[in-house]
């Protein structure tokens, strides 16, 4: 898909919300650290990070790998089922902002831009996130969600952000994705838009993504900028 024409403006910003928006990706660490006991062994750093961003499914496979467990199809969908659950027990206790992201967004409201919320966490899950969000802002700052359970393909597949896009009439080039894992950049990437990454692994150069270290200080004039093409090489600030 083309890059960004020189003449379009930001109309939308799509944000992922584990890792990005909230610091829950803990939550499902714990989770899979707790399954992993269950199962009779301990899953190992480097496996957790493999399934950051990942859906349930690869994330299961992995765990599985990692142990050097079999388990069948119904089995599978058992360890995901109690992750899941387990996940939403922990989250009830409190969920936190990442580091600049409650003032982004609330810039990008304020802004009048276009919003929408693309994760790969089931709904009743995100809807626990997105609870603690409204309750906070006092508001929905979102325009549009779109659920990890409600596409046909999840992150790194383009589909999520195809289908919000689609459901916000906007393009592309018009368009900002926000995200933290290499998953959710490859999904936003193949969907065509520019995307502001500010992952917690090392994720390679791409044409199209920008690279910080956080949220802190990333307002909605940067964000424009990022959409011009000569921006679009990939920076690290």
């Given at each position: 898909m083309s890059r960004v024409p020189a003449d379009h403006r930001l109309r939308a910003v799509l944000f992922d919300m584990d890792g990005t928006l909230v610091e829950t990706e803990s939550y499902w660490g714990e989770a899979m650290a707790e399954l992993a006991v269950r199962l009779g062994g301990r899953m190992s750093d480097?496996?957790?990070?493999?399934?950051?961003?990942?859906?349930?499914?690869?994330?299961?496979?992995?765990?599985?790998?990692?142990?050097?467990?079999?388990?069948?199809e119904?089995?599978?969908?058992?360890?995901?089922?109690?992750?899941?659950?387990?996940?939403?027990?922990?989250?009830?206790?409190?969920?936190?902002?990442?580091?600049?992201?409650?003032?982004?967004?609330?810039?990008v409201r304020a802004a009048g831009l276009t919003t929408a919320l693309v994760t790969t966490t089931p709904?009743?899950?995100?809807?626990?996130?997105?609870?603690?969000?409204?309750?906070?802002?006092?508001?929905?700052?979102?325009?549009?969600?779109?659920?990890?359970?409600?596409?046909?393909?999840?992150?790194p597949d383009p589909a999520p952000y195809l289908q919000a896009?689609?459901?916000?009439?906007?393009?592309?080039?018009?368009?900002m994705v926000i995200e933290d894992s290499q998953p959710g950049i490859a999904s936003g990437l193949a969907a065509g838009v520019a995307v502001l990454g500010v992952p917690t692994v090392q994720v390679p150069a791409t044409p199209g993504l920008t690279l910080r270290a956080s949220l802190?200080?990333?307002?909605?004039?940067?964000?424009?900028q990022l959409l011009r093409p000569r921006d679009l090489a990939t920076a690290d600030a």
């Open positions: 480097e496996a957790r990070a493999a399934t950051v961003g990942s859906s349930m499914r690869t994330s299961m496979r992995v765990l599985h790998d990692d142990l050097g467990v079999v388990r069948d119904d089995q599978l969908q058992a360890d995901a089922r109690w992750v899941t659950d387990r996940t939403a027990e922990l989250m009830a206790a409190g969920i936190d902002w990442q580091p600049g992201a409650r003032d982004l967004l609330v810039a709904r009743r899950i995100a809807e626990i996130v997105l609870g603690a969000i409204r309750e906070d802002l006092g508001q929905d700052p979102f325009d549009l969600t779109v659920c990890g359970d409600e596409v046909p393909a999840r992150k896009m689609a459901a916000l009439g906007v393009e592309p080039g018009e368009c802190v200080g990333t307002d909605v004039p940067l964000l424009e």
